[in-house]
């Protein structure tokens, strides 16, 4: 699967996306990708809920909203990512 900032769930098993979701946004994280496009489709609703819950506990996650005119419309969340950081935990210069 490519990490290009965009993910399709239309080809995954619904059981599989609580795994592909945090998985996916880790690696944009990695290429510095901070900007996500999650692919659930319009249909009832139902994928859409659960990506929004997914999102919700992501704490990379800084925001997320549905596609927009360009981006989808309610078929599509964007979700805005948080940088990588590289300083260590509890070290604010990243020194140990």
Not at 39 to 57: P, Q
Request: aromatic share 4%.
């Amino acid at each position: 699967m490519p990490i290009d900032g965009t993910l399709d769930l239309h080809t995954f098993n619904p059981k599989e996306v609580g795994e592909l979701i945090p998985e996916y946004i880790a690696a944009c994280r990695k290429a510095d990708i901070l900007q996500v496009r999650i692919v659930h489709g319009k249909g009832t609703g139902t994928m859409r809920r659960t990506v929004h819950a997914i999102l919700d506990r992501l704490p990379e996650v800084a925001s997320y909203g549905l596609g927009g005119d360009r981006g989808g419309g309610w078929g599509a969340t964007i979700a805005m990512l948080k940088p990588l950081d590289s300083s260590i935990e509890g070290e604010p210069d990243g020194k140990p």
